[in-house]
């Protein structure tokens, strides 16, 4: 048997120079991984996410030292569900025609659950090859499509798919959640003879680098938009089916006569439904603004342009996922407006740290009373900001997430990171 180490390979949609969340998050794995040694290489398709401003990529470059291997499966823009399904569908197939040719013996692969047909399909995969793999739940799967209304719950799809969702997790080396509730909804999906322990939690993460606290009075860009003056709920990031934007437009009819605006940044399926809800309300341009998505070198200054930053999660999606907006806005060390089930992931970690408030999705007046608080009591900004950063750091750094990760796939022994330390407000 050979003494050579175990070659890694990370499967993902997304990869650098992607915009998704998911590609920023798995390049920095992959890169934080193969700089502590492990042998890994990138599986990936084009860029498609705001393709435009990235072009087309060479099918095998390096990255940052890390080997990438782009598929050449063809893709349509992803402006609707069936586009997106399309390229789910081709991506997928084209991905394990490529990964079947591949004759390495000792190999593990790592995958993300989106597109939600890779799980599967990596798995069978897999059982033919006799190789492991680590399955990174981003979104739980079907549950997830069942909350977002496209199949029913308990439905002919959902037991088929749920039933080979238990074969999947059954069968991998390591299991990674995002949080204690998702952790908890893994194991009750996984069936009866599922191990628990072979779930880990790992947090996501952000770039506390980049990402600063900053004052509104020296941030350009809440100049730009008459920002320093109001106090600003900001969410910047997806507007889609899973997050409770609504609630947010309602609430702020309550602060037509006041100086309170909220800035919505970011595009989305459900975007033009909360456009047409501000519209409705008379509320957009003035109370309600929105902006498009906004280049990546300009997120430090819009996550700290407003005075309280907003995390969304939709009705019925407790333990199905945890919102990456989540980190940034901790890093941002601004007080977090946690629309969310009380009892799911965000609300946890938001109350846990003091970092803000939590309310429950379509809780209208729970929002105003929550802004309301905050306009009143300028020391609980501060104070929630200030724990909003320190929690970050203490917690949610790239540096200690990459090193779970590696301990979780090398058998190192755990590692702490100092954190980097952050600015004040």
């Not at 990674?176 to 322990?197: C, K, N, Q, S, T």
């Not at 019925?316 to 907006?325: A, D, Q």
Request: glycine share 8%; proline share 6%; charged share 25%.
């Amino acid at each position: 048997m050979s003494d050579a180490p175990k070659e890694y390979v990370l499967v993902t949609e997304y990869f650098h120079p992607d915009t998704a969340s998911t590609g920023q998050l798995m390049t920095d794995l992959a890169v934080g991984l193969v700089e502590r040694g492990l042998d890994l290489s990138v599986y990936t398709g084009q860029p498609n996410y705001h393709a435009s401003d990235t072009g087309r990529q060479p099918h095998q470059e390096t990255h940052e030292g890390v080997p990438v291997t782009r598929i050449r499966a063809p893709q349509v823009s992803q402006s609707s569900l069936p586009r997106r399904l399309f390229n789910w569908g081709v991506f997928t197939v084209w991905m394990v025609l490529v990964l079947a040719r591949d004759r390495t013996a000792d190999r593990e692969l790592v995958f993300v659950s989106n597109p939600p047909v890779l799980p599967p399909a990596m798995w069978l995969l897999c059982k033919l090859k006799g190789w492991e793999y680590t399955y990174i739940v981003y979104d739980l799967y079907p549950d997830v499509v069942a909350a977002s209304g496209h199949i029913r719950e308990g439905g002919v799809v959902y037991r088929a798919w749920a039933a080979v969702n238990e074969h999947v997790f059954a069968d991998a080396s390591n299991v990674v959640a995002l949080g204690p509730v998702m952790r908890d909804h893994i194991v009750e999906a996984a069936g009866e003879d599922f191990d628990p322990e072979t779930v880990e939690v790992i947090h996501n993460w952000a770039d506390g680098e980049s990402i600063r606290p900053m004052e509104k009075s020296e941030n350009w860009f809440s100049e730009e938009h008459d920002l320093v003056e109001p106090f600003t709920l900001v969410y910047s990031g997806n507007i889609g089916a899973n997050h409770d934007l609504e609630t947010v437009v309602e609430a702020a009819r309550s602060f037509q006569d006041d100086p309170v605006r909220v800035l919505v940044i970011g595009e989305g399926d459900r975007k033009d439904e909360v456009v047409a809800l501000a519209e409705r309300y008379g509320l957009r341009g003035d109370t309600v603004r929105f902006l498009p998505y906004q280049d990546l070198g300009v997120l430090p200054y819009t996550l700290t342009s407003g005075d309280v930053s907003v995390v969304s999660v939709d009705a019925g999606m407790k333990g199905l996922c945890v919102s990456c907006k989540l980190y940034t806005s901790l890093a941002a060390g601004q007080p977090v407006l946690a629309i969310s089930h009380p009892d799911d992931d965000e609300a946890r970690l938001v109350e846990r740290h003091d970092a803000g408030q939590v309310v429950r999705q379509h809780d209208v007046e729970g929002v105003v009373e929550a802004v309301q608080r905050w306009r009143g009591d300028p020391d609980l900004v501060e104070r929630q900001g200030r724990n909003a950063r320190e929690a970050f750091e203490s917690n949610y750094t790239k540096e200690q997430s990459v090193d779970e990760y590696y301990r979780l796939l090398s058998d190192a022994p755990r590692v702490r990171v100092e954190p980097p330390q952050g600015g004040s407000r």
